[in-house]
Nanobody
Framework: QVQLVESGGGLVQAGGSLRLSCAAAGLTFNHFKMGWFRQAPGKEREFVAA????????SYADSVKDRFTISRDYAKGTIYLQMNNLKPEDTAVYYC????????????????????WGQGTQVTVSS
């Protein structure tokens, strides 16, 4: 049974930083593409970042490029999202997702690409 458990969310002032973690269990970690998505109140869930199975390729939404960094630790079976220079518009529930396919392209930003999802962690950025 695949489980993805996010942690690290919280309340931070604008300009601050947070690091989100997603611990994966029940899957062969180095076979999965991993992603972060977020959903703000009243809005659809949107793509934030993704990393391929080897860690050698990453993709980011334009809104977070140069501020957020996705990475993965194979020894711990965990992915991270380092978020710097946070803005109030980054406020959302952040979700971790895993995809069994190793394919890489524009589909990494699509919710339908991912097979497994975590429960989410709340990030609130105050102005």
């Amino acid at each position: 049974q695949v489980q993805l458990v996010e942690s690290g969310g919280g309340l931070v002032q604008a300009g601050g930083s947070l690091r989100l973690s997603c611990a994966a269990a029940g899957l062969t970690f180095n076979h999965f593409k991993m992603g972060w998505f977020r959903q703000a109140p009243g809005k659809e869930r949107e793509f934030v970042a993704a990393v391929n199975y080897s860690g050698g390729r990453t993709s980011y939404a334009d809104s977070v490029k140069d501020r957020f960094t996705i990475s993965r630790d194979y020894a711990k079976g965990t992915i991270y999202l380092q978020m710097n220079n946070l803005k109030p518009e980054d406020t959302a529930v952040y979700y971790c997702a895993a995809d069994t396919s190793t394919a890489w392209g524009t589909s990494v930003a699509s919710l339908r690409t991912y097979d497994f999802w975590g429960q989410g962690t709340q990030v609130t950025v105050s102005s």
